[in-house]
Nanobody, 127 residues
Framework: QAQLTESGGGLAQTGGSLRLSCASS????????MGWFRQAPGKERTLVAT?????????VYEDSVEGRFTITRDKFKNTLYLQMNDLKPEDTAIYYC???????????????????WGQGIQVTVSS
């Protein structure tokens, strides 16, 4: 099983930017999907963005981040990224990296599709 380690979170002002990274180690050869989820206090964990690890151009974004956030990956470094621009206070949450060995499909926004999770990293946006 792969291990996932997030970095790059912290504090930003409204309108600012942050870049999250997720380094994958261990058994990564069978990864098919990788994504970012977030969870605010008292709320469910929901998808931010996800991509097909082995297929270029297959991405899904949550509506509120479309056009502001960009998910990318570096297959040689086994690293997933989330570039977050024009941050808003409502983006404040713990962000989790996740991976799945399952196939790409319409189910990828569901957290239960993912079998490996990082420990999470705090992102706080001040108004």
């Amino acid at each position: 099983q792969a291990q996932l380690t997030e970095s790059g979170g912290g504090l930003a002002q409204t309108g600012g930017s942050l870049r999250l990274s997720c380094a994958s180690s261990g058994r990564t050869f069978n990864t098919n999907v990788m994504g970012w989820f977030r969870q605010a206090p008292g709320k469910e964990r929901t998808l931010v963005a996800t991509l097909a690890w082995n297929i270029d151009g297959q991405t899904v974004y949550e509506d509120s981040v479309e056009g502001r956030f960009t998910i990318t990956r570096d297959k040689f470094k086994n690293t997933l990224y989330l570039q977050m621009n024009d941050l808003k206070p409502e983006d404040t949450a713990i962000y989790y990296c996740a991976s799945s060995t399952g196939a790409w499909g319409p189910w990828v926004p569901r957290p239960d599709v993912y079998d490996t999770w990082g420990q999470g990293i705090q992102v706080t946006v001040s108004s």
